[in-house]
C-alpha cells in the first residue's frame, strides 16, 4: 500500500525564516504534487514534480524531488504572513492518476 | 476562465436519508476524480471517471455510494441511507487527461446529523 508521510504536520514560523518541508513516499513514483489549502477552501496545484532532481520555484517557495530516495521537499524562503496555509504533497497511486496524499503541513507565519 | 464547481456548497441532512452532490469540471476536461477530506482520514480517494467511464470503484467506501457522469461533462456523487461517518468535505477534481495536473473544485460540505 502506498503510504505518503509529511513532516512536520505543525510548523510555526517566524516572518523572514526559512524552512522546510519534508515528504516521504514509500513506493516508487515519478509524479509528485505540492498544493496549498487555505482554511475553507480548496486546492490550489503549486508545483508538479516529474523527474528525480526536479526542482522548481515560485516566489518564497522552491520544490525539489529525488526519487531514489523516495522524498521531495518544499522550502521556504524568508517567511511572510501570505504563505500561510496547509502545505499537502501527493503522488500518483496508479496509472489513473488518483492522488494519494499526506496529512498535510499546517504552517502559521507570524510577524 | 471558469474552474471546477460543485454544488451544494453545504449539505445537512438526516441520517438515512439520501444525497446527491454535483461535480462541474472545467470544460474540455476528460478525467474527473472525486475525494473526500474528513478530519480523521484525511484526504481520500473515491473514484475517478475518464469521460463516461469509471472503470475502477474499489475507492468507495461502501455500496452506498455511486457515481455516475454524463456527456463526458457533468458527475453526480450519491450516497445512500447516510450515516453520520459520511460527514466530511467531498472534493471534485478534473484534469485535461488522465495523470495530468488536477484542478480542484471548492467542496460539497455534508453534515449528517
Known amino acids: 500500500e502506498l503510504k505518503v508521510e509529511q513532516n512536520p504536520l505543525f510548523l510555526s514560523m517566524q516572518e523572514g525564516k526559512n524552512y522546510t518541508i519534508y515528504c516521504n513516499y514509500s513506493?516508487?513514483?515519478?509524479?509528485l504534487y505540492w498544493y496549498r489549502q487555505d482554511p475553507g477552501k480548496s486546492l490550489e496545484s503549486l508545483f508538479v514534480l516529474l523527474s528525480n532532481g526536479a526542482v522548481k520555484q515560485e516566489g518564497r517557495l522552491m520544490a525539489s524531488l529525488d526519487t531514489k530516495a523516495r522524498l521531495s521537499t518544499l522550502h521556504i524562503t524568508a517567511a511572510v504572513h501570505d504563505l500561510s496555509a496547509t502545505y499537502f504533497c501527493a503522488v500518483e497511486g496508479g496509472s489513473q492518476g488518483n492522488l494519494i496524499f499526506g496529512k498535510g503541513t499546517k504552517l502559521s507565519v507570524k510577524p | 476562465g471558469a474552474g471546477v464547481s460543485q454544488s451544494p456548497s453545504n449539505k445537512v441532512t438526516e441520517k438515512g436519508k439520501d444525497v446527491e452532490l454535483r461535480c462541474d469540471p472545467i470544460?474540455?476536461?476528460?478525467?474527473l476524480y472525486w475525494y473526500r477530506q474528513s478530519l480523521g482520514q484525511g484526504l481520500e480517494f473515491l473514484i475517478y471517471f475518464q469521460g463516461n467511464s469509471a472503470p475502477d470503484k474499489s475507492g468507495l467506501p461502501s455500496d452506498r455510494f455511486s457515481a455516475e457522469r454524463t456527456g463526458g461533462s457533468v458527475s453526480t456523487l450519491t450516497i445512500q441511507r447516510t450515516q453520520q461517518e459520511d460527514s466530511a468535505v467531498y472534493l471534485c477534481?478534473?484534469?485535461?487527461?488522465?495523470?495530468?495536473?488536477?484542478?480542484f473544485g471548492p467542496g460539497t460540505r455534508l453534515t449528517v446529523l
Open positions: 470544460s474540455g476536461h476528460t478525467a
Open positions: 477534481a478534473s484534469s485535461f487527461s488522465l495523470r495530468a495536473t488536477q484542478y
Open positions: 513506493t516508487t513514483s515519478d509524479r
